[in-house]
């Protein structure tokens, strides 16, 4: 069955550098996810997508944006990055607008910034 | 949505039942349970969740208590594959006032199984 597919898998920025991530969900899928896990740390909620617009907002930095397409994927674009931002950072989709709480991660996104 | 609690840590013996509790006194009559778990640095994975009901899938059981302060997870026949960081979490559906489906995940419990 088809996944959750994020790219890239690996990452590596400088400080002060922009960066993009981006995530595909499962095929009618409408709704998307964003979380940032920190060494050590419990995944964190960012920010989520139902229909294109932001339904939840989460610890998202002021230097962090995201959208969702009208093909469903979502890009999450960050810049200035900092050393802290270094992280897994995980997309995960659902139907109809999570109703569920039935969540499909993806395998993530691995940001590291020197 | 409630607090959960969870112990850090717990061992648990190839094949036998791995039996994971967390408590939840201050769940709401329309807060759902949900388990996730993650096996190191993937992507977390959904197991089952219930609101009053023992539910089981192919995958674990999820004992409730009937006051609904605290539940069970258990694994019938843990594998090493299943070790990883079980998260337990108490989420209110949209109909009844809850966020977007977004889950909250706190401190889990890390389950090492040992052969």
């Known amino acids: 069955a088809a996944g959750v597919i994020q790219s890239p898998r690996h990452l590596i920025k400088e400080k002060r550098e922009t960066a993009t991530l981006k995530c595909y969900p499962i095929?009618?899928?409408?709704?998307v996810y964003w979380y940032q896990q920190g060494p050590g740390q419990d995944p964190q909620f960012l920010i989520s997508?139902?229909?294109?617009?932001?339904?939840d907002k989460g610890s998202i930095p002021d230097r962090f944006s995201a959208q969702q397409f009208s093909d469903y994927h979502s890009e999450l674009n960050m810049s200035s990055l900092e050393l802290g931002d270094s992280a897994l950072y995980f997309c995960a989709s659902t139907p109809h607008g999570g109703n569920t709480g039935e969540l499909f991660f993806g395998e993530g996104s691995r940001l590291t910034v020197l | 949505d409630a607090k959960t609690t969870q112990p850090p840590s717990m061992d648990c013996a190839e094949g036998r039942a791995a039996n994971l509790p967390c408590n939840h006194s201050t769940i709401s009559g329309n807060e759902y349970v949900y388990w996730y778990r993650q096996i190191h640095s993937q992507g977390p994975q959904y197991i089952i969740h219930?609101?009053?009901n023992n539910e089981t899938n192919e995958m674990a059981s999820l004992i409730i208590t009937e006051d609904r302060k605290s539940s069970t997870l258990i694994l019938p026949h843990a594998t090493l594959r299943d070790t990883a960081v079980y998260y337990c979490?108490?989420?209110?559906?949209?109909?009844?006032?809850?966020?977007?489906?977004?889950?909250?995940f706190g401190k889990g419990t890390k389950l090492s199984v040992k052969p």
């Open positions: 997508f139902y229909e294109k617009m932001q339904s």
């Open positions: 979490i108490a989420r209110k559906p949209l109909e009844y006032g809850g966020s977007q489906g977004n889950l909250i």
């Open positions: 095929p009618r899928h409408d709704t």
């Open positions: 219930g609101l009053k």
